[in-house]
């Protein structure tokens, strides 16, 4: 594998120069995780106020309102590509970046490429499918999910990954692309190890904006 460093995402040059600035206190991977979780306890309408405040208490008020510029961006990000009705997976874009060139272990996360994605999208789901339960049981950063629902809306996915950081991207995603859905951390092929469940989008229609439950058992 090639050592060549990765570029910045060219959407995410601001959301990278922002982030930088809390590399000189803090480690830049705990940060990232750190940013998944605040974004999902945003979007959570009060239901994870415990957990935003213990994430929080590393950081100063400067740093919070960087937080809340890098959250600016994001949704900025988002929005660009819903208005030329794109899906698009800014952290995961971003996750390869920052695990390709700065994590200590030098091991990078990479995930299918989004033209890929479309690919097989397109050739395991009609645009006709809709309504359906739908399995993603190694979801990375979701992009699978996204590149499924770009074609057929209207179907409820059960997503699982081992990784954390995945599982808050995924949930992440999916919320802000408006796709039902629920997102476990755990082992898949065991089928245990459950260390987060989060709910996606139950009332988008009534709430008319993305929200997040986060519960730590699966039962709803």
Same mark, same amino acid.
């Given at each position: 594998?090639?050592?060549?460093?990765?570029?910045?995402?060219?959407?995410?040059?601001?959301?990278?120069?922002?982030?930088?600035?809390?590399?000189?206190?803090?480690?830049?991977?705990?940060?990232?995780?750190?940013?998944?979780?605040?974004?999902?306890?945003?979007?959570?309408?009060?239901?994870?106020?415990?957990?935003?405040?213990?994430?929080?208490?590393?950081?100063?008020?400067?740093?919070?309102?960087?937080? @809340? #510029?890098?959250?600016?961006?994001?949704?900025?990000?988002?929005?660009?590509?819903? %208005? =030329?009705?794109?899906? !698009?997976?800014?952290?995961?874009?971003?996750?390869?970046?920052?695990?390709?060139?700065?994590?200590?272990?030098?091991?990078?996360?990479?995930?299918?490429?989004?033209?890929?994605?479309?690919?097989?999208?397109?050739?395991?789901?009609?645009?006709?499918?809709?309504?359906?339960?739908?399995?993603?049981?190694?979801?990375?950063?979701?992009?699978?999910?996204?590149?499924?629902?770009?074609? @057929? #809306?209207?179907?409820?996915?059960?997503?699982?990954?081992?990784?954390?950081?995945? %599982? =808050?991207?995924?949930? !992440?995603?999916?919320?802000?692309?408006?796709?039902?859905?629920?997102?476990?951390?755990?082992?898949?092929?065991?089928?245990?190890?459950?260390?987060?469940?989060?709910?996606?989008?139950?009332?988008?229609?009534?709430?008319?904006?993305?929200?997040?439950?986060?519960?730590?058992?699966?039962?709803?």
């Amino acid at each position: 594998m090639s050592n060549k460093a990765l570029p910045v995402p060219q959407e995410l040059k601001e959301f990278n120069s922002c982030f930088f600035e809390f590399e000189y206190k803090h480690d830049l991977n705990r940060v990232f995780e750190d940013f998944l979780t605040i974004v999902i306890c945003c979007y959570g309408f009060g239901t994870n106020e415990d957990l935003y405040f213990e994430t929080i208490k590393p950081y100063s008020k400067e740093e919070l309102n960087k937080f @809340a #510029k890098l959250l600016a961006l994001l949704m900025g990000a988002y929005g660009e590509a819903h %208005a =030329k009705n794109e899906w !698009i997976d800014p952290l995961g874009n971003y996750y390869e970046f920052l695990t390709g060139n700065y994590k200590k272990s030098r091991l990078g996360q990479y995930f299918t490429p989004p033209e890929l994605c479309d690919m097989m999208a397109q050739m395991i789901i009609e645009p006709n499918d809709f309504g359906k339960k739908v399995g993603e049981p190694c979801s990375g950063s979701g992009r699978m999910v996204l590149a499924a629902d770009h074609i @057929a #809306k209207g179907n409820y996915y059960v997503c699982q990954d081992k990784d954390l950081i995945c %599982a =808050k991207m995924t949930a !992440i995603n999916l919320a802000m692309h408006g796709i039902k859905a629920e997102v476990h951390c755990m082992d898949t092929i065991r089928m245990n190890d459950l260390r987060a469940s989060y709910y996606i989008n139950y009332e988008y229609w009534k709430l008319k904006t993305p929200h997040i439950v986060q519960k730590k058992s699966p039962s709803y």
